[in-house]
T-cell receptor, first 114, second 114 residues
Framework: EPEVTQTPSHQVTQMGQEVILRCVPI?????FYWYRQILGQKVEFLVS????????KSEIFDDQFSVERPDGSNFTLKIRSTKLEDSAMYFC????????????FGSGTRLTVV | GDSVTQMEGPVTLSEEAFLTINCTYT??????LFWYVQYPGEGLQLLLKATKADDKGSNKGFEATYRKETTSFHLEKGSVQVSDSAVYFC?????????????FGKGTMLLVSP
């Protein structure tokens, strides 16, 4: 069964450093998403990406965040200057054209900012 | 804005016990409702869904009924197994979400002992 792959599974970084979280969506999917979950809190929508541009973003997704699909297979989330409060589990998801049934999540990257 | 509230966990049960995980929501109109499950070390997987009032979603012995009058979508299973131990997330897709973004609850951990 096709999977969404995220790397690394766990990343520790110092405050102020840049991090890039990587995702390989399912190959024929067209819509891509990042969500995050701060420990003990809700899973929150960050951004959606379609046709090589951001289609929707939340208030969380400020200028410190950016997304890219550099080579047609990877989908990355960059945080330019990490803060302690960026520590969270980050989930990537992709979707084809099958509505909610086509929404596939990765297993997440746990980001710890120290 | 849209929101989802789930009961706090962990929920600890013995094998073959009856499970209920409560979920209520706030949204305008008629959102689509979902339960996702996350097994240890894995991504979020769609468990079941309902797209209109009084619909019942079901899968793997789990059921949930879309109750518009009580704005609820409680998850139930008649007889849980150890393999059901996981984190369960209630979610909705709002009426105005053009790119299928989801609003999640905090998640409820279920622990089933033999």
């Amino acid at each position: 069964e096709p999977e969404v792959t995220q790397t690394p599974s766990h990343q520790v970084t110092q405050m102020g450093q840049e991090v890039i979280l990587r995702c390989v969506p399912i190959s024929n999917h067209l819509y891509f998403y990042w969500y995050r979950q701060i420990l003990g809190q809700k899973v929150e929508f960050l951004v959606s990406f379609y046709n090589n541009e951001i289609s929707e973003k939340s208030e969380i997704f400020d200028d410190q965040f950016s997304v890219e699909r550099p080579d047609g297979s990877n989908f990355t989330l960059k945080i330019r200057s990490t803060k302690l409060e960026d520590s969270a589990m980050y989930f990537c998801a992709s979707r084809g054209t099958g509505g909610e049934l086509g929404y596939t999540f990765g297993s997440g990257t746990r980001l710890t900012v120290v | 804005g849209d929101s989802v509230t789930q009961m706090e966990g962990p929920v600890t049960l013995s094998e073959e016990a009856f499970l209920t995980i409560n979920c209520t929501y706030t949204a305008t109109g008629y959102p689509s409702l979902f339960w996702y499950v996350q097994y240890p070390g894995e991504g979020l997987q769609l468990l079941l869904k309902a797209t209109k009032a009084d619909d019942k979603g079901s899968n793997k012995g789990f059921e949930a009924t879309y109750r518009k009058e009580t704005t609820s979508f409680h998850l139930e299973k008649g007889s849980v197994q150890v393999s059901d131990s996981a984190v369960y997330f209630c979610a909705l897709r709002g009426v105005g979400s053009g790119y299928s973004t989801l609003t999640f609850g905090k998640g409820t951990m279920l622990l089933v002992s033999p």
